[in-house]
């Protein structure tokens, strides 16, 4: 099966500047790979997801690139705001099908105004 | 449109009784997941549905676990009989076929096993 890692686990910004979270897989036929903003106490949301077909997307201040030969993909939020705090989890696909994923563990971004 | 709905929201029980969750999709998604997720973790896919018919549940603890989905739109997740280990937030998602994999998740049931 799928197992993805998800790095850091706690991440503090000042507000402003960037983060970055990053993940990894290991099947290398996974195709899709969304990423989930959880709020606290709130269900998670999709933000932004990428397909293997393209190597970066991206949707105002949140982008995502993907490196399907390291296997890895990471999402970028710019000029970070305190509504930003939230917990973000990566996914991928488990056992080759995108319509079951593997999440990451997660990040805690906290962004300091 | 509307989300998915699931109760009850909060659950307080003791180890060894049953519990009962409910998840209500958004109206014509035909695949259904249930999620476990542990504080500090990500979701865990417990079981999916696709329609009325179940497309996994490899990761259902099928000795105390069970879900359904009759009718293939309401679904329930039951516990019988509790552990402590199973304290969690049961999250129930659904994804419409043919329009992508994006899964829309409910709110969740917290559940306190005591």
């Known amino acids: 099966g799928e197992n993805v890692e998800q790095h850091p686990s706690t991440l503090s910004v000042q507000e402003g500047d960037s983060a970055v979270i990053k993940c990894t897989y290991s099947?290398?036929?996974?195709?899709?790979f969304p990423w989930y903003k959880q709020e606290l106490g709130k269900r998670p949301q999709l933000i932004i997801d990428i397909r293997s077909n393209v190597g970066e997307k991206k949707d105002q201040r949140i982008a995502v690139t993907l490196n399907k030969t390291a296997k890895h993909f990471s999402l970028h939020i710019t000029e970070t705001q305190p509504e930003d705090s939230a917990v973000y989890f990566c996914a991928a696909p488990a056992g080759g099908s995108a319509r079951q994923l593997t999440f990451g563990s997660g990040t805690q971004l906290t962004v300091l105004p | 449109e509307a989300g998915v709905a699931q109760s009850p929201r909060y659950k307080i029980i003791e180890k060894r009784q049953s519990v009962a969750f409910w998840c209500n999709p958004i109206s014509g998604h035909a695949t259904l997941y249930w999620y476990q997720q542990i504080l500090g973790q990500g979701p865990k896919l417990l079981i999916q549905f696709q329609n009325n018919g179940v497309v996994d549940d490899s990761q259902l603890p099928k000795d105390r676990f069970s879900a359904e989905r009759l009718k293939g739109v309401d679904s329930t997740l039951k516990i019988q009989p509790a552990k402590l280990e199973d304290s969690a937030v049961y999250l129930c998602?659904?994804?419409?076929?043919?329009?992508?994999?994006?899964?829309?998740f409910g709110p969740g049931t917290r559940l306190l096993v005591l």
């Open positions: 998602a659904s994804s419409p076929i043919g329009t992508g994999e994006t899964q829309y």
């Open positions: 099947d290398s036929a996974s195709n899709y």
